[in-house]
């Protein structure tokens, strides 16, 4: 349909959904060096430099709004510098980024763990910084969850 030779290196993950609820969705790309949202017809309407953008999620995160898409800016997959979590309105406007989470930090939404209707969080596992843990509109962890040791089989 369309083709974007633009954007930079190669898509590391997209989410679409209808952010504004104009019954149009809005596609997130993360394309190795920035974070990046676009119309269905291929339209950009904005760039954000990253230095590897990695994870791509749309959501209802800031209840009582328009949903929201955050990026993980992985840095270096090795870095402890790296997954720094940020959080954008359609129109571009960075609502909150975190401090780094670790270079191979992933996200994903969850929706439900509150109860209230129409409510996201975000998740983010493989951390560095600690085990899986939810974040809320606000960019502040709400929840951790710790697993239990590995077991030896002894005993």
Request: aromatic share 8%.
């Amino acid at each position: 349909i369309w083709e974007k030779k633009e954007l930079p290196l190669h898509n590391d993950a997209v989410d679409a959904d209808d952010m504004d609820g104009d019954g149009v969705p809005e596609i997130a790309i993360a394309c190795s060096r920035e974070s990046t949202l676009l119309t269905p017809d291929g339209k950009i309407l904005w760039r954000k430099p990253h230095k590897y953008s990695q994870h791509a999620v749309i959501g209802s995160f800031v209840p009582g709004r328009d949903k929201q898409v955050v990026f993980v800016d992985r840095i270096d997959a090795r870095s402890p510098d790296g997954g720094i979590v940020y959080c954008y309105r359609k129109d571009g406007t960075e609502l909150w980024h975190t401090r780094p989470q670790g270079g191979i930090t992933i996200a994903s939404t969850i929706d439900g763990w509150s109860g209230e209707q129409g409510r996201s969080f975000v998740l983010l596992y493989r951390r560095a910084c600690g085990p899986p843990a939810l974040l809320d509109g606000q960019g502040r962890q709400v929840a951790e969850f710790p697993f239990p040791p590995a077991q030896t089989g002894e005993g």
